[in-house]
């Protein structure tokens, strides 16, 4: 299994440009997250989607943010305008819901690590 | 809410020797799963242990393993053996409802 695929691995952009990341869960995964890490605040879940819905984005800082799932195999974290303060190191991680016998185990893509300058 | 607390942002360990990292955690719910993560300096979020709340025996891979003491919340990590390659930071995790993760402990392992 190629385990959960994130791109790109390293976004440099300019402050007020829209911003694209793009994460691929395991196969037959059915529940999908979004974080985002800084020194400051840690890992921070941003939303969830299960079965392709989203289901909490309470953890979304501003309307700048938006993330869809348009299928099972694919999900976008979408920035526009981003601000230097975006800078961040996004995860994406997949795991099966209802537990499977692992406990929902979440597991993590390398991240993307972004710099807007 | 659940929450998890890692009350040791930074430990350190001899090369060779054992090192036990401390996790609390609060949740009303009655089925949930203990999670140790490992992020070595590549960012990487790998799994290292995980723990099912209704089983009492304490859960073992290999040179980690860890301490569930249900009644009191806690959840510690033991790492037997220390090496170079254990170097990172350690998140602590529950699952119930929702996932939670503690706020992290960095391992330094000295040569």
């Known amino acids: 299994d190629a385990g959960v695929i994130q791109s790109p691995r390293h976004e440099v952009t300019e402050m007020g440009q829209e911003v694209t990341l793009r994460c691929k869960p395991i196969s037959g995964h059915n529940s999908l997250f979004w974080y985002r890490q800084t020194m400051m605040r840690g890992l921070e879940l941003l939303i969830y989607?299960?079965?392709?819905?989203?289901?909490?984005d309470s953890g979304m800082p501003e309307d700048r943010f938006s993330a869809k799932m348009p299928n099972a195999s694919f999900s976008t974290l979408k920035i526009q305008p981003s601000e230097p303060r975006d800078s961040a190191v996004y995860f994406c991680a997949s795991s099966l819901f209802p537990a499977s016998g692992e406990g929902d185990t979440q597991y993590f893509g390398p991240g993307t690590r972004l710099t807007v300058l | 809410a659940q929450t998890v607390t890692q009350s040791q942002p930074e430990m350190s360990v001899q090369e060779a020797e054992t090192v036990t990292l401390s996790c609390t955690y609060d949740t009303s719910e009655s089925d949930y799963y203990l999670f140790w993560y490992k992020q070595p300096p590549s960012r990487q979020m790998i799994l290292v242990i995980r723990q099912e709340a209704y089983k009492q025996q304490n859960a073992t891979e290999n040179r980690f393993s860890v301490n569930f003491q249900k009644a009191a919340k806690s959840f510690s990590l033991k790492i037997s053996d220390s090496q170079l390659g254990d170097a990172a930071m350690y998140f602590c995790a529950s699952s119930g409802n929702q996932f939670y993760f503690g706020t992290g402990t960095s391992l330094t392992v000295i040569p």
């Open positions: 989607f299960n079965n392709n819905v989203p289901i909490d």
